[in-house]
């Protein structure tokens, strides 16, 4: 099975949740490449598509598989190779993006939710189905605190809390996490930026919590894997957190009151263990290539109907 891979490289690579789904995949025996996007906004999208029929023309893939909506717009502006798109949360749930996506729902062969939120967000297509990033679990694993530290150059007596994003993205609603941290006295609160992808594994082994208060979010891979390293969670009811983390002694929601936000740091500071997250994770099969499996199904299904 060809693969062609249809995504934005904005942030100057591959956005890792997508590299690693393609990584699974090709270990699973599909033959996998990828053309990627650079811009924002429906024109500097649109404008590709010369540049992708080309690549069409040279690859020869079965299926195309888009990620978001604008990738899934542009890559069913060609109607000879049958698209799949995945909804990531931010194009479902910016008012900005949500036409153009919505679009792409109709045009795709097949669509798949990282939640069930965004899919009824979406209108709950029925050609849809709710798949979750997977979770690299050798990568993100549990590590001794102190040996995380040290890897790290950390104070072994401060207290952590690592923030879900950059401070500087509004989604993240930095403020609120900066505010509640505060009130909390020798608590550091760590900016995720500029780290290599095993510097965060390392991170959410050596910080005594992960917060997140975004305003909106799909399926918060931040938070799956911290709960794959055992750390203990803060989050407010956002994308499907609180399904996931539901009744994980050391995970606690929160609502949007930075005293709310604090009370529930302070518990995972005073409770001072780490949490079965991984567990949840293993069970409910969220890991990179169980993730891999059900996709690969998606796209059989579709050529079975499509030379049916």
Known sequence: MKLLIVCSINSGRVAPFVEEQ???????????????????GLWNYVRNRKQLIKKIKEFHPQIIHAHYGL???LANLQRNVPVITTYHGSDINDSQVFLFSKIAVILSAYNIFVSEKIREKAGSPKNSSIIPCGVDLNLFQDIDKTIAR?????????????FAGTFSNPVKNAALAIKSSEMLDNVRLLELKG??????????N??????????SEGSPQFIKEAMACGCPVVSVDVGDV?????????????SYNKEDVAAKLMKV??????TEGRKRIVELQLDTENVA????????????????
């Open 22 to 40: 393609g990584d699974a995949l090709a270990a699973a025996g599909v033959e996998v490449d990828y053309f990627t996007l650079r811009g924002k």
């Open 195 to 204: 780290y290599t992808r095993e510097e965060v594994a390392l991170l959410m």
């Open 269 to 274: 500071l005073e409770r001072g263990q780490r």
């Open 206 to 215: 050596a910080v005594d919590a992960v917060l997140m208060t975004s305003y």
């Open 150 to 162: 040290e890897k790290l150059g950390m104070d072994l007596q401060q207290k952590y809390i690592l």
């Open 293 to 308: 499996k059900r996709i690969r199904e998606v796209y059989k299904m579709i050529l079975n109907t499509r030379f049916s």
């Open 242 to 254: 609180y399904q996931l983390m539901n009744e994980i002694e050391g995970c606690y929601g929160c």
């Open 71 to 73: 990738s899934g717009l």
